[in-house]
């Protein structure tokens, strides 16, 4: 099988890298870029010495026809227009930006403000949760890799909304990444110096991902909704534990809780209900696919805490995206990911 | 001016010794301690070389009677039996733990799981949060120091209760503390290899103190309420930022909010209102005595987010204790404590 | 093949099961332990849910004879009990404590301040440096594997000293470690708060991996010499940096340095030349076997100096072990192993 | 007292501002750019939100006439033009770049491949090693402050050479600073995502800093050598240990070393000799202008392991300016710098 990667220089694309490098049945990856042509891969990235040792290609429609999936890692606004003449042509296409996945293209245009899409693509393609979306995900030409944050808290609360437990009027998200998930370029809130030792909160109440949630709510929970959401920087590289708030259907229990998430991921791997809270954190997912989620109902307020963790970079990004292509593919879905945590 | 700590080796305790060295007021500081009487205070904390290189004293009333303030930076449990026979017969008593925070007894014994301190001298105690109790600290011969978290988010969401500009039947707290937090005494949790790079949630809605914040606003805005209060463990040393949600009445602007928090805060020196979220974070307060505060409605939701952010050792502790002192004494807020934050 | 751990606990012994669970010929692996007999492992090591839910086992020699493999990863002065009457009766012995390094057995009562394995045995063992060392670990029923130092420091300077490139009798080594190094169990010194943002050095002119060193180079570079050898604590979890310094013989050049260096390594997958010093770093190894190096003269002092760079816990640890297994196996040395750093 | 500082954005001018703000003889500190003309400091740097929201002001010789002391606190390359119009024109000048550190100027165009500052001024100047210098620095009109590395450097080799204990023929010098160092602009190295985590070595055998110890030691200890120095980023923001090792001259003990930085030191405030390594670490000097020192004789090698360690942005820039401006103005040493370190 052979793979091309767009934006391989962004953190997502090395993240792909690291993973196809394992995958059986991955012969060959190419790594294709709009600006540094030529470049040999490892002199820019010295991690990748003696593993990539090839130069960056062109991208380029013919060349690309061959392959059998194309992921692309770019930022939001460059796959709108780069993959339109890709759909179809012959490689599964994965995108990992933002550009597909609002179905609403007004939505994208006043949260990303940017120009959406074509339309026609957009409808064609299928939004990549793989856990709630596998069906679908079997047999589309483009994939809409969703979002870290989306995955963190979809695969939380998503259960507990669609089973009716908790009332999603009132959710409150609560979420925290690592800083990779601010991409690679340097910046002055990025910058070392001024990062370390520093936790904040930014894009209060205007983040991208809130119309992507809520129209995951619609769309696998049945439920229209406006939710709060908010996002933080952890000064750590990577991770997201995302901590949700909603008030219970009277009468609802714990074990109902509970019970509702071991029941709907028993038999997906990278999910893993926690019962200990000491057992949550975002080390217990480090380099891995796994998603882990906790819940705890309040019962001083009736209200429940959910928690979701994710290695934002993996089951937030190029995980999540390469477990796509396994079930587009019809391989097991752990196959090049079912790698361990590293904890430490 | 002569100075006792009891509990100095604590990050409470070397917090206090940090600023009274620089307080003006201050001619001595003496170090007491329960079990390491002797140790050269220096040879414990090199920081402190040449600074601190006398021997840590024996706890015992009749020394302590000749000091003008006695700081006490225990674990809780411990000065609900050594701070009795210490009131009235001298120094001023400032308790950095939660022994003497709660009125209620029964709710101490709850949520702390130890026996409470003596109804008689909890009632006298005072709570020390200074922008909002300063009347009854003057005159106070016991202050019960208020806590980290609540210190972060009584200041910052006190004033919108008040004035009844936001709903407090559904105040969501989020929280996120810096290690620090934990203490100085080694565990599995704060051990650096599995602490570095691992964001987690901890003590799930059993925060002891909740009751401490849900006390302070029935004090200080009178209004019952039960709140949902989690905490987070940031992979950094110092700082809490905590996050809040609530819907806000009917009509409520934008504006009002930060009105009312400039207004409540106009002659308040260590509580800056900050109207640039890019301007809040933990790092813009490190090492010194201020709280920044910050509010935005959501007009999508009508929910406000409320942030406050502190340095937990020194405004969530060692800084408002001196604080206290002050006004106490009737001396200037700031004497001692008119510090830079470090930022980087 | 069945595998057994020894030591599972610490975090050798985590990433040992981190790499055998992709090593292709391992089909089982089991985890032995002194004290936590019947602990389900993943209810101690949550990220290990799902993936190692079994219970540690108690350590029996009759059990023991029937794996293929036992690795021990157990502090100092436990494997020169534990393993005698393992050798020979059954699984190949992978040591990675320090007990069965030194042939001097003075030098370990000296150095370690612990009484010696058996004589015979230590004889017997076959030190794992496994690229200069690969025939005697073919036939080794019991390897020693490297201390994490020595393994930085000796693949970075055997070469030049061997080719007499370097005058290895002021060798001067100054060693960074991250903080994983110090083991798993907690203390003041790897408190997170106390570890964070410090820089220290330690056990000055002391480290028991000085005469590993000096054994190594008199071994395979047939030299005998005593160096200086210091060793810090960076405040990182992974990863050491080896400075070391010698003055170059006569006339010796900047490209004859490099070019010892490439031609002792061309065929050796893990150990990798590196001509870009910003290319040098512990992120670009992390989580891998890698061993990067770099050698630069400088020609004002006619010094050279020559820097290694490896994860501690893999190649320094648990990967150079798992590489001579394969060795030993008669595997490809890479197999199980073949894993790309995480950079970020 | 009237105090201008240029070049203030950057970390030595913010650390100007922290300290400078307590100094009881300073009424006034005025900031000023080059190119940011207008801009209100606070709305820049959030941590001085109430403390300095007064705007930055143009460089203008005339305005600057007025002031008593002149901080210049730039990029290199800057200072040699601005600082020469400014000599003798009133206000004491301390320089805190290396424009006016090399008295041959040949030196500093090989070593920072930039144009000298005029001859007669860099003559003018005096090299700021407050302990080394005193006599000079209190008539100086123009200072040019040391570098960070040469500073723990010296105050820890100096003594030891001067007194021709240690032989300086062979000195070769291991330096490791947190990133601070590095400055406030953001690049790919200090990323956060690419620096956390990571320990790297940069600069090798090239350092600007080398010419500048090279002097020292021959201004201070009358020996002219070439000595081997490399600079390592450690992952943390403040603080620098430097590690120096030399062999000692026959019959010299470990006691002689100590005795000699005991005696040398014995009335200087700020350099602290520590006899117990495991109080020697970058966070018990953290915010303060101390440099403690510390020495080991290896009795198996005769080589003396020597390390320094300070706060690169205080006792390394801002704290020894502010030490140098006290010693110029006949003020007591400690004046506005007397703090404790924050140790966590």
Same mark, same amino acid.
């Given at each position: ?56 290609? /062109?991208?380029? #429609?013919?060349?690309? %026809?061959?392959?059998?999936? +194309?992921?692309? $890692? ?35 245009? /006043?949260?990303? #403000?940017?120009?959406? %899409?074509?339309?026609?693509? +957009?409808?064609? $393609?299928?939004?990549?949760l793989t856990e709630w979306n596998e069906e679908?995900i ?8 969703p979002?870290?944050?989306?995955t963190a808290v979809l695969l939380s609360v998503l259960p507990l909304i669609k089973e009716?437990l908790i ?9 925290? $990444? ?38 995951a709510?619609?769309?696998f929970a ?20 995302a901590?949700s ?10 074990k109902q809780l509970n019970d509702c998430l071991l029941e709907t991921y028993k038999s997906h791997p990278f999910v893993r209900v926690v019962q200990?809270?000491?057992s949550i954190?975002?080390?217990r997912v480090?380099?891995s696919n796994y998603c882990d989620i906790f819940v ?8 429940a805490?959910i928690v979701g963790v994710i290695?934002?970079?993996?089951k937030?990004?190029?995980g999540q995206?390469?477990q796509?292509?396994?079930v587009?593919?019809?391989?097991p879905q752990k196959?090049?990911l079912d ?6």
């Open positions: 099988m052979k793979v091309g990667i767009i934006g391989a220089t962004g953190y997502g694309g090395l993240e792909l890298i690291r993973f196809l490098h394992n995958h059986p049945e991955v012969e060959k990856i190419e790594l294709f870029t709009s600006s540094e042509e030529g470049t040999i891969f490892s002199s820019k990235f010295g991690h990748l010495l003696t593993i990539h040792d090839t130069p960056l290609q /062109k991208i380029e #429609a013919e060349s690309l %026809a061959g392959f059998d999936v +194309v992921f692309t $890692s770019t930022p939001s606004g460059v796959t709108s227009k780069l993959l339109p003449p890709l759909v179809d042509i012959g490689p599964k296409l994965i995108d990992l930006s933002g550009d597909y996945r609002l179905k609403d293209l007004g939505a994208y245009e /006043k949260w990303y #403000a940017k120009a959406p %899409a074509p339309e026609s693509i +957009v409808k064609k $393609s299928v939004y990549g679908n079997k047999s589309a030409s483009l994939i809409a890799n979002g870290c944050y989306p009716r009332d999603p009027e009132y959710l409150v998200v609560d979420a925290k $990444s690592g800083v990779s998930g601010a991409g690679n370029k340097p910046s002055q809130i990025t910058h070392y110096s001024e990062m370390n030792e520093n936790f904040s909160i930014y894009k209060v109440n205007k983040h991208q991902h809130i119309p992507e949630i809520e129209q709510i619609a769309m049945d439920f229209e909704t406006t939710i709060t959401f908010n996002t933080h920087l952890v000064p750590m590289t990577r991770g997201i534990l901590t708030y909603a008030p219970v259907f009277p009468g609802v229990t714990n200990d809270v000491s954190g975002t080390n480090k380099g705890q109902l309040d019962e001083r307020t009736n209200r805490t290695d934002n970079l993996v937030g990004a190029a995206a390469i796509n292509m396994n587009q593919l019809d391989l196959l090049g790698v361990v945590p590293l904890f430490i």
